[in-house]
């Protein structure tokens, strides 16, 4: 899969799982149930000890992996070899865009400020993590996009059901979703984060996104 190919699965799913775990067995879990419940883009994050098992255990399932909280080039390139399909970081790392570039594989950074968002734009990064989403308005993306019309906006931080479809109207290409996972983890296990997973998508369908 080429890196176009991987940012069109993207935003055409809309909904990104950004998985947290005690470890790798429990981000495996979590990710199976995110995926039983519709959601097919998942990122494991690399807070998590041992993720490296996580990636290994979800090989087999039809969903779309990539990596978070990747902090340098070296993490990284430990992600592309475990399987990540797409990076994502809490913020701009110059040479994780450069060795994301040079293997073809989309960057997603966080980006807080028009000029953070220019520099990102210009070492190939297609699609920008807004992060964190919940100290903005969604008509921050219309704003950026006077300046910036080519920048692609996944908000991230702070997204829930009631507010995802306002983000999504304003230009999101897509929503990165975490907290309330591990909260439907934590309180009710797999079956209440598939049964979670669900309604984000249902919200995604009746909003005209993925069939």
């Given at each position: ?24 067995k429990?981000?495996?879990q ?37 990596a ?21 970081s ?29 520099m ?92």
């Amino acid at each position: 899969m080429d890196k176009h190919s991987i940012i069109h699965q993207l935003m055409e799913t809309k909904v990104v799982a950004v998985i947290r775990g005690q470890n790798g067995k429990e981000a495996a879990q979590l990710s199976r149930a995110a995926v039983e419940g519709g959601i097919r883009s998942i990122e494991l994050t690399y807070t998590t000890p041992e993720i490296e098992n996580a990636f290994k255990e979800l090989q087999n399932t039809d969903a779309l992996l990539g990596a978070g909280s990747v902090l340098d080039s070296e993490t990284a390139r430990h992600a592309i070899l475990a399987g990540a399909k797409f990076i994502v970081s809490p913020y701009f790392v110059e040479s994780v865009a450069t060795l994301c570039n040079r293997y073809g594989i989309p960057y997603m950074p966080g980006c807080m400020t028009i000029r953070e968002m220019a520099m990102a734009l210009e070492t190939g990064c297609d699609v920008l993590k807004l992060f964190p989403a919940n100290h903005f308005d969604p008509s921050f993306i219309k704003s950026v996009n006077g300046p910036l019309p080519n920048v692609r906006i996944m908000p991230t931080g702070g997204i829930n059901l009631d507010n995802m479809k306002e983000w999504l109207n304003a230009g999101a290409v897509a929503i990165g979703i975490g907290s309330d996972l591990n909260k439907a983890y934590k309180n009710g296990g797999y079956e209440a984060v598939v049964e979670l997973s669900r309604k984000y998508m249902q919200k995604v369908k009746n909003n005209g996104g993925v069939s």
